[in-house]
């Protein structure tokens, strides 16, 4: 019953750093997305993928880019991170367009 | 385009009283409404939906939600509050066909004995 998997739950960055957060479901879901929560601005989308093999920008995409590796696997690269996107990352999926959708625990970076 | 209005960013509650949790919303045709809880250092999980078939909707842990359309609300309640229930409180209306969600800024829920 592992649902939606995201590596790594915390990192630390610097500056000008990249990285890839890795994010892996088991449902077979056709669509994943991958949101940022801030504080007193709930979850704001960053991009999303409506099917493998296809993906699109969400209201907040600058400094992101995504892949959507295979039907379970959505990756958010960072490839010069800065201070604006210490954030916490949440990525989520769903069957259709319309059904419920399943988030993953999250990943709290810091960009220092 | 569709979005959402949570009123209060924290709501103080004693255990054993009523929970309302006010959200409004702004949609140009009928909305699919969600609302989800997050729990401490946790994912969202969803408490109930409206997709239109009922106004009165039912969700986990006791909540419920009615939808009011000559109020564009869609506010969520618990008859009685346990202290389990303190989380954060978001609602959501769905933006298109691919399954965007719209979230409104959230809603802490504090329980006191």
């Known amino acids: 019953n592992a649902g939606v998997t995201q590596t790594p739950k915390f990192q630390v960055l610097k500056t000008g750093q990249s990285m890839t957060l890795q994010c892996a479901q088991d449902?077979?879901?056709?669509?994943m997305y991958w949101y940022r929560q801030d504080p007193g601005m709930g979850l704001r989308l960053i991009y999303y993928?409506?099917?493998?093999?296809?993906?699109d920008k969400g209201e907040v995409p600058n400094g992101y880019n995504v892949s959507r590796l295979n039907k379970r696997e959505f990756s958010l690269r960072l490839e010069s991170a800065a201070p604006s996107q210490t954030s916490v990352y949440f990525c989520?999926?769903?069957?259709?367009?319309?059904?419920?959708?399943?988030f993953g625990q999250g990943t709290r970076l810091t960009v220092v | 385009a569709q979005s959402v209005t949570q009123l209060g960013s924290h709501v103080s509650v004693s255990e054993g009283a009523l929970v309302l949790l006010r959200c409004n919303y702004s949609?140009?045709?009928?909305?699919?409404l969600f609302w989800y809880v997050q729990y401490p250092n946790q994912g969202l999980q969803l408490l109930l939906k409206?997709?239109?078939?009922?106004?009165l909707v039912k969700g986990i842990n006791g909540f419920e939600a009615e939808f009011k359309k000559s109020e564009t609300s869609f506010h969520l309640t618990k008859p009685s509050a346990h202290m389990s229930d303190a989380a954060e409180y978001f609602c959501?209306?769905?933006?298109?066909?691919?399954?965007?969600?719209?979230f409104g800024a959230g809603t802490q829920v504090v329980v006191t004995p």
């Open positions: 989520a999926s769903s069957e259709t367009g319309d059904s419920e959708a399943f």
């Open positions: 449902m077979n879901h056709n669509s």
């Open positions: 993928s409506a099917s493998e093999g296809t993906t």
């Open positions: 949609s140009s045709v009928p909305p699919y």
């Open positions: 409206y997709t239109s078939a009922a106004t």
């Open positions: 959501a209306v769905l933006t298109d066909s691919w399954g965007k969600l719209q």
